[in-house]
């Protein structure tokens, strides 16, 4: 069984900084791509930012410039380091995980995390 935890969410001021992590574990061959999702209420789930396991990086307009992930060595965490933020940024965060091989199984799987909640205010 495969699963993705996060951790690191929490209250911060506008202007300040956080850093997720999301640890994938199971019997995982490899992951050809992870990356971070957010939710705010009465909105979609969007884009944040991804990072293939060449190490490769996509991120949101909104985002760049402020926020930078990062994966392991062994390619199954990933990190968002997350500077001025804004209220903007309010929103449960997800982890993903795409292209996810298992030991012993044919095909590639989609995976997500719990979600965290990050929360911008004074």
């Known amino acids: 069984q495969v699963q993705l935890v996060e951790s690191g969410g929490g209250l911060v001021q506008p202007g300040g900084s956080l850093t997720l992590s999301c640890a994938a574990s199971g019997r995982i061959s490899s992951i050809s791509l992870m990356g971070w999702y957010r939710q705010a209420p009465g909105k979609q789930r969007a884009l944040v930012a991804t990072i293939t396991s060449g190490g490769r990086i996509n991120y949101a307009d909104s985002v760049k410039g402020r926020f930078t992930i990062s994966r392991d060595n062994a390619n199954t965490t990933v990190y968002l380091q997350m500077s001025s933020l804004e209220p903007e940024d309010t929103a449960v965060y997800y982890c993903?995980?795409?292209?996810?091989?298992?030991?012993?199984?044919?095909?590639?799987?989609?995976?997500w995390g719990q979600g965290t909640q990050v929360t911008v205010s004074s």
């Open positions: 993903n995980a795409d292209g996810l091989r298992i030991t012993g199984r044919l095909g590639e799987y989609r995976y």
